[in-house]
C-alpha cells in the first residue's frame, strides 16, 4: 500500500519551484513621452527594402526581424550602448528594449555583431540618410511654422 502511495503525484497543486507565467503587455510600462517611442515614430516611415534585399540574398531566416534589429541598434546608439554585448543584456533586462522586440526573443552578441558588420552595411547609409532627411524637413517646418507665427 505503502509504494502505491510513493508514486502518486498530483498535479493539480503547483509546489514551490514552479512560477505562473502569463504573457506581460509592456505598453503600460513605457511612457507615451519616452524617446523610444519617438524614436520608433520617427524610424516607422523609412524604406527598408535595402536591407530585406540584404538578407534575402544571404539565404536564410533571420532570429530577429530585421526592422527590428535596426531599431534596436539605432535606440541602441542613441542611448550610448555601442557594444553588441552590452546590447544584447540591455535587450534582456531593460523594458525599452523588450517593448522594442514586440515579444520577439532577444537577439544574442553574436547575431547583432554578425547583423552590423554584414546585413547593415549594405543598406545603412540609406537607413540613415532617410532619417536625418526626415529630420530635416520637420525641423524645416518648424521654422516656417515659428516664422508664420512672428508675422501675425
Known amino acids: 500500500m505503502s509504494s502505491k ?27 507615451e513621452d519616452d524617446s523610444v517611442r519617438l524614436l520608433i ?18 539565404g536564410r531566416n533571420p ?6 534589429m535596426f531599431k ?21 533586462r531593460a523594458i525599452n528594449f523588450m517593448w522594442l522586440l514586440a515579444g520577439q526573443k532577444a537577439p ?6 554578425r547583423f552590423r558588420t554584414g546585413f547593415l552595411a549594405d543598406a545603412c547609409e540609406s537607413l540613415f540618410y532617410q532619417m536625418v532627411k526626415g529630420w530635416n524637413r520637420r525641423v524645416n517646418c518648424q ?5 508664420l507665427k512672428g508675422q501675425s
Open 5 to 31: 502511495l510513493k508514486y502518486h503525484k498530483n498535479y493539480t497543486e503547483f509546489g514551490e519551484p514552479y512560477q505562473l507565467v502569463l504573457p506581460l503587455s509592456l505598453e503600460g510600462l513605457v511612457p
Open 41 to 58: 515614430h520617427e524610424l516607422e516611415g523609412l524604406n527598408y527594402s535595402l536591407l530585406y534585399k540584404a538578407y534575402s540574398a544571404r
Open 63 to 68: 532570429a530577429v526581424d530585421p526592422k527590428t
Open 72 to 92: 534596436i541598434l539605432a535606440y541602441a546608439y542613441s542611448q550610448n550602448i555601442y557594444s553588441s554585448r552590452k546590447i544584447e543584456t540591455a535587450c534582456r
Open 108 to 113: 544574442d552578441h553574436s547575431t547583432i555583431a
Open 143 to 147: 521654422r516656417r511654422l515659428y516664422s
